[in-house]
């Protein structure tokens, strides 16, 4: 084992590698104990009128580790069959920076929401996983425990998501009634004593529609993307190329944005707008987007003066005129998105609004008659990326909505719908103010969090703006060499910290074209052992296909997913 790449070894496997070690430890200290040496029999009384000097004797190494034995005592295992079970549902906020992304990953390098949430939930005795198959609060395995999700964010990104776990509903053995909230435990309030302070339970529900879902029934979900304007560090008009589009380099055209965002809504085929992922085997990517915007906030404060400055504000404006940076989002609200879709809807718009591009490309990809293939345009970056909320609505008759083919559009299920959250929340607080507002409440704990990285904000902001304003560039210092000479490379906004040098740029529809969503779906089908999609589509279980194919000494090219 001396040689081993531990690097590439997954999570179960380490936890089961640490679990043999310390199995071959305890197998060593057992051989290694001596036998205690036999308790001296104890001095006679002394006798009525005498002085008799006694020595006390130091306690033998059995009483010494009868005494540790009992101070480490375990307590009990919890045995559930004393309590009462239900299902609830957890809303949750997170920053997602130092996190893997939601979704358990078993062999991630950094951990995850997903993750996070499962050891606070085993360590607070919300679920009890079977301890005997290794170490349970690491080894993360939802099956026993009804858990559904709503959504999940990539790498980095951050989000508000609701949880459903419980394993049914209560006993039934005749206990007296008693209040859902006032007599039971406090959730959030339990949890957030264990998670990180950048992961919060901010509401539960105590009490959820028939067949609820967090996956199934959710029919809104709404993703924020925000940016700044302008979107990275202009150069001086000395220094920096002004376009063809008269828009100096790095600020944006705010309302070419917001026009071709307004494109995005209603029912469309965003195929040219995701990522295919043929192990999916996904046909409909018709989508339902209820509403696309750009939208500034307000109040974002950390100003740069020297943005304001001239040579260095947006085309045409003033000394002095204007405040920047500011903020915006991109605001989005749909029934369901594909894979990665909103980082390539943010693409495109990022290009469109450098003027690269013209608010009608986004009508040109959305039309997949005269463009099947999605041209190779990179997605915009993941951390800016926020699942702000997921709605619940009722449905006519109050039934909750729940298809088997999530994300698919149903005009007539989402015509019927106020897309109105009709979950009951009970917001933390709300049963005891303290618990929001008090010494180690939630906004106390994340006022922790907000200072730490405001000052950061801060010195940052007075950093760069001092370093831009020191010098000035009016004087010429080398009294000899040509004049410098404006860079002709473009730089191309993608969404993260600063743009990337990509030389003459090549607009959208001229790139290279990618495989058709049937291309991949055969080519992934072919490699599982089948002719194409529609032949694996019509078997019923194909992985006991594969699993036969290879009994019988056929070769499939890759592993099942």
């Known amino acids: 084992m001396a040689d081993s790449n531990f690097q590439e070894w997954s999570k179960d496997q ?49 009483a010494n580790k009868e005494k540790k034995a009992k101070r ?65 609060d690491i080894t993360v395995d939802w099956s026993p425990w009804q858990y559904s999700k709503c959504g999940r964010t990539d790498k980095g990104g951050e989000g508000e998501d609701t949880e459903m776990m419980g394993d049914g509903d209560g006993d039934g053995d005749g206990k007296p009634a008693w209040d859902p909230v006032a007599d039971e435990i406090n959730y959030p309030r339990a949890l957030n004593r264990i998670l990180p302070p950048d992961i919060r339970v901010l509401a539960w529900a105590p009490t959820l529609p028939d067949n609820f879902s967090a996956r199934f029934s959710c029919r809104e979900r709404q993703y924020r993307y925000f940016f700044t304007q302008p979107a990275f560090a202009p150069l001086p008009a000395s220094l920096g190329p002004d376009g063809e589009s008269g828009r100096r380099e790095g600020w944006l055209d705010v309302d070419a944005m917001r026009e071709a965002a307004k494109l995005f809504e209603g029912l469309h085929d965003f195929r040219n707008f995701c990522k295919l992922d043929g192990a999916k085997q996904i046909t409909n990517y018709q989508r339902m987007v209820f509403e696309a915007d750009i939208v500034e906030v307000e109040g974002t404060g950390s100003a740069l003066p020297y943005l304001s400055q001239a040579g260095f504000g947006p085309k045409g404006s003033k000394e002095g005129e204007g405040t920047y940076p ?87 299920v989402e015509g019927s719908a106020d897309m109105q959250d009709s979950i009951d929340w009970v917001w933390l607080g709300e049963d005891k103010p303290s618990y929001l507002h008090g010494h180690g409440g939630v906004v106390d704990k994340l006022w922790e969090c907000w200072r730490e990285r405001k000052m950061d904000e801060l010195l940052a902001n007075q950093l760069l703006d001092s370093v831009a304003r020191k010098a000035d560039l009016s004087r010429r210092l ?45 080519k992934w089908a072919q490699s599982k052992g089948f002719a194409s999609a529609e032949e694996l589509a019509k078997t019923e279980n194909w992985r006991s296909v594969v699993k036969a194919n290879r009994s019988a000494g056929k070769v499939v090219s890759s592993v099942d997913n």
């Open 478 to 522: 080398a009294g000899s060499g040509p004049p410098e000479k404006p860079s002709s490379s473009q730089r191309v906004y993608e969404g993260g910290g600063s743009a990337k040098a990509s030389g003459v740029y090549l607009p959208v529809l001229k790139k290279r074209l990618l495989a058709t969503p049937d291309e991949v779906n055969d």
């Open 72 to 136: 480490n005592k375990k307590p009990s295992a919890l045995d559930p069959s004393k309590y009462s079970t239900r299902l609830v549902a957890l809303k949750l906020a997170y920053l997602g920076k130092r996190y893997g992304g939601f979704e358990y990953q078993v062999d991630g390098a950094a951990p995850t929401i997903e993750e996070e949430l499962w050891r606070a939930l085993v360590k607070s005795c919300l679920i009890w996983p079977d301890r005997d198959r290794g170490r349970a």
């Open 14 to 62: 380490l936890v089961e590698r640490v679990r043999e070690l310390e199995q071959q430890l305890q197998k060593q200290k057992g051989n290694t104990e001596q036998p205690s040496p036999p308790t001296p029999d104890p001095p006679p009384p002394s006798q009525p009128g005498t002085a008799t000097a006694t020595r006390r004797t130091a306690p033998t190494k059995a």
């Open 326 to 412: 500011k903020v915006y989002y991109f605001h989005v609200r749909g029934s369901a998105f594909l894979w990665h879709q909103i980082r390539h809807m943010v693409a495109i718009l990022f290009m469109i609004g450098q003027g690269l591009e013209k608010p009608s490309l986004v009508t040109e990809l959305l039309d997949v008659d005269r463009n099947p293939r999605r041209p190779n345009y990179v997605m915009a970056d993941e951390v800016p990326l926020v699942l702000w909320d997921c709605i619940f609505p009722k449905l006519e008759g109050g039934a909750m909505p729940r298809t088997a083919a999530v994300g698919v559009h149903d005009p007539d």
